[in-house]
């Protein structure tokens, strides 16, 4: 959450680890060096005695450990980040270079600590961010590759997946690093009283919104021709050696793997899916194909195609039972008379969610929305989910909205009503009313001065060379070790 305050002191925001850089593996030492003009000029040859048509091509700028940082590496760290969407305005090239070493001072300790960082993983995330950039080109490689300045598709990939790979450490490096730090509710107080009353951050208007849905009944005859159909594929697949990526293109209902055949990869510890889903995947023998089951999605059957490790590689078929017209009716007709019955205070908007409410997150909480960026009730106005907000935005405090019709991509409907149940305008931080943001604030101070304290002690102890060439400038950390 944004602070609304011009002294920045006081504004707690981690280093986020930027999105892309250019980086190569070399070999590591212990002590501390600078570099000493190292080779910078490479001769053009045009003949056994001509030199005149030398050139500068790249140099080392830096080596941190097992990494070294080119000169080129800075204005790519640039090209990079403009790419992915990012702003570099405000930041100068010596913060960009203090950044980048302390990234590969991460990358670095995270191979002596033995991180682990799949290959399979590097290579997801560089056909993502490949997709993302092709999305700039319209979906053109050659531009693409055109500026980046790569001669072919693999050039690229490969470069990528060593950028990916360095940056996937240095992140899994700066989380071991704080992931056991707590704060206590006194070290919070302490945090707070230190900031002088007229510096203290200012916090938006915050909402609190409740909500009651009604989905349309799906009958028991739909459920059994849907739990049906896909027994009859599981029988094609396995007593008639149907292929099961085949069904899924041609009859899965998932549209975001449908075209793929059906395919994912889970990882034991990182949660994707629904727990219904990984539940089943990871009981299954690689080539087993489960029994029909249900998720909030719709209806399943998953063949385990190859264990990896934690990694499992899955396909999947989503079949979702068709609503009737008549059902739909029914669900708007139920709301609009909860509605009523709210309107004409026979009954709270809290009563009506845990009584009706077919929302099962939110209707035993009196349907109280759960901001997913905070975790608590709270939404500030300001960065509100644009869809939530246009809902919401003309209710009166405690006025209840009309029937909102919703439909998700899959063609899912269902019916909503929605209540503001508080509102918290603008202020002053308060200790008592704004205690979890400034616990947040006072736990991320807490984790940068841990991440200070650990790359302090790490410079001193890692083989580390600045080039004279950026040995003037105003590092944020002792890479200089003076």
């Known amino acids: 959450m944004p602070l609304k305050t011009n002294n920045l002191k006081y504004t707690i925001n981690l280093k986020r680890l930027l999105v892309l850089s250019f980086a190569f593996l070399a070999g590591a030492t212990y002590a501390q060096e600078i570099i000493d003009d190292e080779v910078k000029e490479v001769a053009k040859k045009v003949d056994s005695v001509d030199t005149s048509q030398a050139r500068k091509v790249d140099g080392v700028a830096a080596v941190v450990g097992d990494f070294i940082v080119l000169e080129s590496d800075i204005q790519k760290e640039k090209e990079q980040i403009i790419a992915a969407g990012g702003s570099i305005e405000g930041v100068d090239d010596c913060q960009l270079f203090g950044l980048m070493l302390e990234r590969k001072l991460y990358a670095h300790h995270a191979i002596q600590d033995s991180i682990p960082v799949s290959d399979a993983e590097v290579r997801k995330n560089v056909d993502y961010q490949i997709q993302q950039f092709l999305q700039q080109t319209n979906g053109s490689m050659e531009r693409l590759l055109e500026f980046y300045n790569k001669e072919d598709e693999k050039s690229f990939r490969d470069e990528m997946f060593e950028i990916n790979k360095s940056n996937l450490l240095a992140q899994r490096m700066q989380s071991k690093i704080v992931e056991e730090i707590e704060i206590t509710p006194e070290e919070v107080r302490t945090f707070f009283n230190k900031i002088p009353e007229d510096e203290r ?6 909402l609190k919104v409740a909500q009651i849905v009604a989905e349309p009944k799906v009958s028991e005859v739909e459920i059994k021709r849907v739990i049906d159909r896909l027994r009859q594929f599981k029988a094609d697949i396995i007593e008639r050696g149907a292929s099961f990526r085949s069904k899924a293109v041609l009859y899965s209902q998932d549209p975001g793997s449908a075209s793929k ?15 219904e889903f990984r539940q089943v995947a990871f009981a299954l023998q690689e080539g087993e194909v489960s029994e029909p089951f249900k998720t909030d999605f719709g209806y399943h059957i998953i063949t385990l195609e ?5 990694e499992y590689d899955v396909a999947h078929i989503l079949l979702t039972p068709k609503v009737s017209d008549e059902a739909v009716e029914e669900a708007k007709e139920r709301l609009e008379n909860v509605r009523k019955r709210i309107v004409a205070e026979e009954i709270t908007f809290a ?3 845990r009584e009706v409410s077919d ?5 035993y909480d009196g349907g109280q929305l759960i901001n997913p960026t905070t975790q608590d009730y709270n939404f500030e106005l300001t960065r509100m989910d644009p869809e939530l907000y246009a809902q919401i935005q003309n209710l009166k405090d405690g006025e209840v909205s009309l029937v909102l019709r919703e439909e998700d991509r899959t063609g899912k409907v269902k019916f909503k009503i929605l209540m503001v149940t508080d509102r918290i305008d603008e202020h002053k931080a308060d200790y008592a009313r704004d205690f979890l943001k400034i616990k947040d604030l006072a736990l991320e ?13 790490k410079i001193l102890d890692t083989y580390i060379k600045i080039s004279k060439e950026h040995r003037g400038c105003d590092f944020s950390g002792n890479w200089l070790k003076k």
């Open 201 to 206: 951050p200012t916090f938006g208007t915050e």
């Open 261 to 275: 055949g059906g395919k994912y990869t889970l990882n034991r510890k990182q949660p994707r899916m629904v727990k």
């Open 351 to 353: 009563e009506a969610a």
């Open 445 to 457: 101070e807490k984790k940068i001065r841990a991440i200070e304290k650990w790359q302090d002690e």
């Open 359 to 363: 929302e099962k997150e939110t209707k």
């Open 306 to 310: 190859k264990i990896r490790g934690q």
